[in-house]
């Protein structure tokens, strides 16, 4: 099926550690999007990638799509108490708009 | 703006029960969805609909019926509850449908929901 693979499941860094996750896919993705859900809290959308090797960031988060177009990464600078939570990439099927979702990273940022 | 709303936000049922998760988004948005969440398991489609009239399948849709009669609304009906079926249920809409470039997703606070 059309997978998506989430590293690491868990992270726990020091506050002020960088903090890396990774989304892959077996196939050719024609976009990704990151969502970051907050312990009991729903899914909220951070950006959407298209390009092949497109980078995006939004103050210390730098979102990267692969040149292949297979895989993404989410990378946070220093982190903060406030970036605890699950992070998600979620890829659409081809040609459809049905969403698939990776398993997420949780992170847990230890003051 | 309320955005995507859901209701309830908990529920507790007996096995063989049925009930009708609402949703209802006020952004007129095309497409919704639902999806389950379950610990490690990450969000999972269960159906969706790119507009009204027009609902589709997604990875995990058995033991679910919805319907989209309206732009607005997309319930979820459980037919007969299982223990399995115990999950935090999400909502979630998005613009677009034909612009080409898919959009973000809104989403739902939850529904928690056991069923014993």
């Not at chain 1, 659409?92 to 847990?108: A, C, D, E, N, Q």
């Not at chain 2, 489609?45 to 732009?71: F, K, M």
């Amino acid at each position: 099926g059309q997978q998506v693979m989430q590293i690491p499941q868990y992270q726990h860094v020091q506050e002020g550690e960088d903090f890396t996750t990774y989304c892959n896919s077996s196939t050719t993705l024609s976009n990704i999007q990151w969502y970051k859900q907050r312990p009991g809290g729903h899914p909220v959308f951070l950006i959407q990638l298209v390009k092949s090797g497109e980078v995006k960031k939004q103050k210390r988060l730098t979102f990267q799509f692969g040149e292949a177009k297979k895989n993404s990464s989410l990378h946070i600078t220093a982190t903060q108490t406030t970036d605890v939570g699950t992070y998600f990439c979620a890829k659409s099927y081809s040609g459809t708009y049905k969403y698939i979702f990776g398993t997420g990273t949780r992170l847990k940022v230890l003051a | 703006n309320a955005g995507v709303t859901q209701t309830p936000k908990f529920q507790v049922l007996k096995t063989g029960q049925s009930m009708t998760l609402q949703c209802a988004q006020d952004m007129n948005h095309e497409y919704m969805s639902w999806y389950r969440q379950d610990p490690g398991m990450g969000l999972r489609l269960i159906h969706y609909s790119v507009g009204a009239g027009i609902t589709d399948q997604g990875e995990v849709p058995n033991g679910y019926n919805v319907s989209r009669s309206t732009t607005e609304d997309f319930p979820l009906r459980l037919l007969s509850a299982a223990p399995s079926q115990t999950s935090v249920y999400f909502c979630a809409s998005s613009l677009g449908v034909g612009t080409g470039d898919n959009q973000p997703q809104h989403f739902g606070d939850g529904t928690r929901l056991s069923i014993l």
